[in-house]
């Protein structure tokens, strides 16, 4: 017994600590730390406040003013990416013919289900648009305006699937139907099928089109597959910024020209091709 009473005077204290360390390192695993936390903040609070001078009171009105200011810091910034990107719209819209200058809208609305496929404006038929007018932003052709009401429009994309845009290759006059693939990029069908087309060249809308004018840019030939049947197809990057688009210009839909259609301009390039032969 007093054997047992010497050893545990010579080793209690070192089991104690032990157990000790092994406690609090079992806890602040359990708690991840939040114990210790607290134990510091409430330690370290009374401190704090008599190094700043400050009352609990204080402080939370300091919190609440920085709250403000970093609010309406981000509102400054917010209203200056807005100016700026209305000014570069201004000066785009600018450069047109008064005769035909077209309306400054801002999207307004766009639903995640739908990001790909719609955005509403906020203007409409009070401001003169109709359906059937073509949008356009910075980059070209953006879509179609397909419903109006007094104050807004709803703009079908030209990144819908259900969109098809009759479309020509800049540099060789290779013509096809573009079709909306949900993305920033789009599928161009060729109507012939081997055309004279390489990765880069440029993308407009056709002659052919009564839904969009000639000559309107919309991106350019980012892959080709000149083995698909029935006939080749390209992947095109769209120009205009459709993933993030704010504000927009509308524009009369065009006159005088033939109905788009995909299967009257295929038989258009046929009776061309047949043409030349003759």
């Known amino acids: 017994m007093v054997t047992v009473r010497r050893w545990w005077g010579r080793k209690g204290l070192q089991i104690a600590s032990l157990a000790f360390v092994l ?3 079992w806890i602040l695993r359990q708690t991840q730390g939040a114990m210790l936390l607290e134990v510091y903040q409430v330690v370290t609070h ?3 406040i008599l190094q700043s001078g400050q009352t609990p009171e204080e402080r939370l009105e300091e919190r609440l003013k920085d709250a403000q200011f970093m609010e309406m810091q981000t509102r400054i910034q917010e209203l200056e990416s807005q100016n700026q990107q209305l000014q570069h719209l201004l000066g785009y819209v600018q450069t047109e013919p008064a005769a035909s200058r077209p309306l400054p809208a801002r999207v307004v609305g ?14 409409g038929s009070n401001s003169g648009i109709q359906e059937g007018f073509i949008v356009k932003a910075e980059g070209g052709l953006v879509g179609l305006v397909d419903t109006v009401t007094p104050n807004t429009s709803r703009v079908l994309l030209i990144s819908d699937l259900k969109s098809q845009v009759g479309v020509t290759i800049s540099r060789t006059s290779a013509k096809g139907v573009l079709r909306g693939d949900s993305s920033a990029e789009a ?5 012939e099928k081997v055309p004279n087309v ?4 440029l993308v ?4 052919y089109s009564q839904k969009f004018p000639s000559g309107l840019a919309v991106g350019r030939i980012k892959s080709l597959d000149l083995k698909k049947l029935p006939a080749s197809v390209a992947k095109v990057e769209l120009f205009p ?6 504000w927009v210009a509308v524009y009369p839909k065009p006159t005088n020209q033939q109905q788009e ?3 009257s301009e295929q038989q258009e390039q046929a009776n061309q091709q047949l043409q030349k032969s003759k």
Do not use: C, M
């Open 261 to 263: 259609n995909p299967e």
């Open 46 to 48: 009374p401190l704090q």
């Open 241 to 246: 910024p459709i993933r993030s688009l704010d």
């Open 204 to 207: 407009s809308t056709s002659t």
């Open 110 to 123: 766009r639903s995640a289900d739908h990001w790909w496929q719609q955005v509403t404006l906020n203007r």
């Open 187 to 191: 599928v161009l069908e060729f109507y």
């Open 23 to 25: 406690g609090g390192a």
């Open 198 to 201: 390489k990765v880069g060249d």
